[in-house]
């Protein structure tokens, strides 16, 4: 994710066992835990939590779900709260104050709930350490298509793909970056062929091409 160079470093720690997330909650009394599904949705959710974080002191416990599902299960155990992917929690003293799961993680949702979530002095860094938290294969499949490698359709069925089984802790402003192109795959049940034909969007090389620039 890029952020500036001063910015205050938000806590955000990997919860892989049940007993990091009692160690988590222990250190941090009031904090939140996100569990990280296998879809976009995870990409989504975490880009509108990302927004709040930048300016709201609050730690937070990421739960790799599929991967550390003995940690989720804890969780689930602990709190009585039926598990979802995504899923926001907080915390105040050990006990769930709060939780949206899906897509009810909005900034709508969020925006009461931390305004009672103390401020920064300054904007907060966000960063995860998870090397694939990058957008190099899009840029790699994007590049590709520009050079006439692959074609509209190719592309799109593989970008299309790519976005909706990206689990990844991004920013929401590579969320609505990436997003841009096609929109929500859930959106077209599984269809590429709803998708419409690519020249009926404008023209997509421009568009994949002004894209990669904003990237960076």
Same mark, same amino acid.
């Given at each position: 994710m890029t952020q500036t160079a001063d910015a205050e470093k938000q806590v955000l720690v990997p919860l892989t066992t049940p007993e990091e997330v009692d160690q988590f909650l222990t250190d941090y009394p009031l904090a939140a835990v996100f569990k990280a599904g296998t879809c976009h949705k995870? =990409?989504?959710?975490?880009?509108? @939590?990302?927004?709040?974080?930048? *300016?709201? *002191?609050? %730690?937070? +416990? $990421?739960?790799?779900?599929? *991967?550390?599902?003995? &940690?989720? /299960?804890?969780?689930?155990? =602990?709190? +009585?709260? #039926?598990?979802?992917? %995504? !899923? @926001? =929690?907080? $915390?105040? +003293?050990?006990? #769930? !104050?709060?939780? &949206? /799961? /899906?897509?009810d993680i909005t900034p709508e949702v969020l925006e009461p709930v931390f305004a009672g979530i103390p401020a920064r002095s300054g904007a907060a860094s966000v960063q995860t350490a998870d090397p694939t938290e990058t957008v190099e294969p899009y840029r790699a499949l994007m590049q590709d298509f520009v050079d006439g490698k692959i074609s509209d359709w190719a592309f799109q069925d593989q970008y299309v793909t790519m976005f909706r089984d990206d689990a990844s802790l991004r920013s929401q402003r590579e969320f609505d970056l990436l997003s841009r192109l096609f929109g929500d795959p859930d959106a077209y049940h599984g269809g590429l062929h709803q998708l419409g034909q690519p020249q009926e969007r404008g023209v997509l090389k421009d568009r994949v091409q002004q894209l990669l620039t904003e990237l960076g």
């Open positions: 995870t =990409m989504q959710g975490f880009g509108v @939590l990302e927004t709040f974080l930048q *300016d709201h *002191d609050l %730690p937070v +416990g $990421f739960i790799r779900v599929v *991967d550390w599902r003995p &940690a989720s /299960n804890h969780v689930s155990e =602990m709190t +009585g709260i #039926v598990h979802h992917s %995504p !899923q @926001l =929690m907080i $915390f105040k +003293g050990g006990e #769930v !104050q709060f939780e &949206a /799961n /899906n897509w």
